[in-house]
């Protein structure tokens, strides 16, 4: 086993946490529109259940770059997706890039 991944795995997921609770946040308590409220709800869920996947995923994978950019790619389309169920791109959503560009 490389070492770091354990690491890896742990930044990862408390980074992902992070933009989980500021997106559900953000959707749940933003002046967006309510129309639909089973959508962000789902999505939220959706999401949260993507973290607990990885959680139990394997360590090595997070040492893989091809994994890892492609998670990137993911949680950006991720929030981006977020951003369009909350009904308004604010200032405030744009916020949830600023991990993102950390991650």
Known sequence: MKTG???NKKLI????????ILISFLIIFGE???Q???LPN???????LSNV?????????FFNPKFFYT??????????????????AATDFFLAW???LVF
């Open 13 to 20: 997921l408390c980074l992902r946490w992070t933009v989980i």
């Open 98 to 100: 600023i991990p993102m």
């Open 42 to 48: 789902l999505f939220i869920l959706f999401y949260i």
């Open 5 to 7: 991944t354990l690491e």
């Open 71 to 88: 998670l990137v790619i993911l949680d950006t389309g991720i929030i981006s997706l977020g951003m369009f169920l909350s009904g308004r």
């Open 53 to 61: 996947i990885l959680t139990f995923s394997p360590r090595v994978w």
């Open 36 to 38: 639909d409220l089973n």
């Open 32 to 34: 967006g529109s309510r």
